[in-house]
């Protein structure tokens, strides 16, 4: 249903990621066609037309905001330094550091060009901001990377700033150049912060193999990176001294052997820590359905909620 | 004379570097105290000045166009991997490149805010195209670094793309904010260019030490990074066989020993290609005075002039 729209935006990806400097393109298209699931741009796209908009500021927004996840998976990948990130080589393995951070700050760039081609200050105003958001939660991340003594709190201030402020942000630009009222408004941010602690709670079980421990190439990321994510945060409430002692080891000393990763699922699974996580997530999820219920029902209601189930049922 | 502006510039770039995430403020201040001459958003604030603007959106303005360049020389030094490069050590050096990366986001999204404070979508959209610009430019010189084939038209293009936009960007912004005829804008916009290209000529000169070969502790980056810049593209013009393999050996090749540097030196000397590149910047210097013609004389108008004569002056 959100096809046309969605085919909108991408064609749009397609026309701004362009540049007579051939590199450019061609990086910027091994990241945007690495089977994305363009959760962000639809947030918007399904939100505006949730709301009788009948514009097209929405389809320029929603190309922006993909943009700006775009540019912060590839400084993403400068800043993890793995071989391996999301089950592929990561673009500045194959093209170096340099190419990766400037390809991002030309999207990034882009990005606030759609931006101004939507034409709403105020739409401006939350992107900008979130942008700003985004790269201080990362640099929360980093600077708590390896630390075994971040408590949950902190944790979902990490989460709520590098991922949920992007969510949050691609929800609430609908009704601003919908022009609807406030309340709207908070419903819609509070929509796409919920669902973006829940995606992200999601991401973070499912690097552990999630429920079904399928330990596939997807696996690992963010033990290999040292972060300290919320199924590692409850299993450390409930460690015992040796496995604390693990923990400090593999995160905080980066200590990591081949069997390492196996060890630190089991002990996850011992504590119940993934399940905990994925509850945490479909009660973040339940949230933002619930956020939605000052909405007439209509097909782009229940698309929104769909993505809201889609994004905890990715789990099992 | 500027100075009432540009102190409240310096205290909005202190106000919004703050983050509650403490590295942030540190590690900017490093580079946005390192003795930054300010002169992009001196630029701003004179030209807004000279035509008469009474508003303040001139000192946002000037604040984001700092910010861009700031954000933009934490991703150089990354893109650049030297030990030492304006004369002290890259903040990637101290924090590590992670955190140089992530602080330019940071600083880069803080700019787009400022931009909206202002209020101005035209502003914007003068500004984001730049900034696109800026990214393609440092591509294209990362693509160009090495190939001794660089001609001088190419040169042109890279530095009019990466250095220049920002100049020409932050002098057009002050006649849109102030509401002025398409004619000024364009007489900005060549001042501002026209002035850029000056000034990262007399850059080029002073990494080879500049007429008086001060080869201090501020030369010799370009060359480390194998950058072909102007001098080099006209001594390659001149070169003997013997001279073309040195530049390829130390360009291409990074081939570079102990002495290699003063022998490009003496090499650029002997073709005087120093003194070609400064006079190319003198031009480059005229006519952007000259694009102040059409304005009537005041002390800020006096002032640009003057920025125009300074930027050459240094190499002096």
């Known amino acids: 249903m959100a096809a046309g729209d969605m085919h909108a935006v991408d064609a749009l990806i397609g026309e701004r990621m362009g540049s007579p400097v051939p590199l450019i393109p061609e990086l910027a298209r091994y990241i945007i066609e690495a089977g994305g699931k363009r959760i962000r741009p639809l947030i918007t796209v399904a939100a505006a037309r949730m709301l009788g908009y009948e514009g097209k500021a929405h389809v320029s927004l929603a190309a922006a905001v993909e943009f ?33 951070v400037l390809v991002g700050d030309f999207l990034f760039a882009r990005a606030f060009m759609l931006m101004v081609d939507a034409g709403s200050m105020d739409a401006l105003h939350v992107l900008s901001r979130a942008a700003a958001v985004i790269a201080e939660g990362e640099v929360h991340q980093l600077v708590a990377a390896g630390n075994i003594a971040t408590g949950r709190a ?16 691609a929800a609430q630009v609908s009704p601003i150049v919908a022009g609807r009222p406030e309340r709207e408004e908070q419903a819609l941010e509070t929509y796409g912060r919920e669902l973006g602690l829940a995606f992200q709670l999601v991401d973070d079980a499912l690097d552990y193999g999630g429920l079904t421990a399928d330990l596939g190439k997807n696996t690992g990321d963010d033990f290999r990176e040292g972060k300290v994510t919320l199924p590692v945060v409850l299993a450390l409430q409930a460690a015992s001294g040796e496995e604390r002692a693990f923990w400090e080891a593999v995160m905080a000393r980066k200590e990591q052997e081949a069997t390492s990763f196996e060890r630190a699922v089991a002990i996850l699974k011992a504590h119940g820590a993934l399940e905990a996580t994925l509850a945490a997530a479909r009660s973040h999820a339940q949230t933002a359905k619930d956020a939605l219920a000052i909405f007439p029902r209509n097909p782009w209601r229940d698309a929104l909620e769909q993505l809201a189930e889609f994004v905890v049922e990715r789990a099992y």
């Open 154 to 169: 902190e944790y979902m201030d990490i989460i709520g700033a590098k991922t949920a402020a992007l969510f949050s942000a």
């Open 68 to 100: 700006i996840h775009t540019a912060t998976l590839l400084h993403d990948d400068v800043v993890d330094e793995s071989d391996l990130r999301r089950g592929r080589t990561p673009a500045n393995r194959v093209w170096g550091n340099a190419q990766s």
